[in-house]
């Protein structure tokens, strides 16, 4: 497995719109995607800092995750995202050392990433993604 960089850290909010202008008008960051992406039930905002990407999330369902994480947790830091050469092959690494996972193969995430998550408990409380394009 090759982690080239941190590609996003994902940050749970209840509202893009009243969310999006702390990053645009306090930050002075630019939001250049809005996307929903229907199965996982999400709205999702992108800013850029470098080469890493900010990533808002709104749930669009009661029953998405991002909406069970806010009600249990409220709004904030959600995930932190690697960059990787393959997702599939760093999945299978990964729970090769012991690593539990939430998705045992890839699937698409915004922006036409190939995403695949860990469990947060096997990553020290740290609900961690890997994205490959």
């Keep these: 497995m090759n982690i080239s960089h941190i590609e996003h850290i994902g940050i749970a909010v209840k509202s893009l719109e009243d969310s999006i202008p702390y990053y645009e008008s306090i930050l002075g960051l630019k939001c250049y ?36 994480f806010i009600e249990k947790k409220g709004e904030g830091v959600h995930h932190i995202a690697f960059a990787v050469d393959n997702v599939a092959a760093s999945l299978i690494e990964v729970e090769e050392k012991g690593v539990q996972l939430i998705d045992k193969t890839p699937r698409q995430g915004a922006e036409h990433l190939t995403i695949g998550f860990l469990h947060p408990k096997s990553t020290k409380g740290v609900l961690t993604e890997f994205c490959s394009e």
Excluded at 36 to 46: G, H, I, P, R, S
Aim: aromatic share 6%; charged share 35%.
């Design 33 to 68: 995607n809005i996307e929903e992406v229907a199965d996982q039930k999400v709205k999702t905002a992108f800013f850029k800092v470098g080469a890493t990407k900010i990533e808002l999330l709104e749930p669009t369902s009661e029953e998405s995750t991002i909406a069970k």
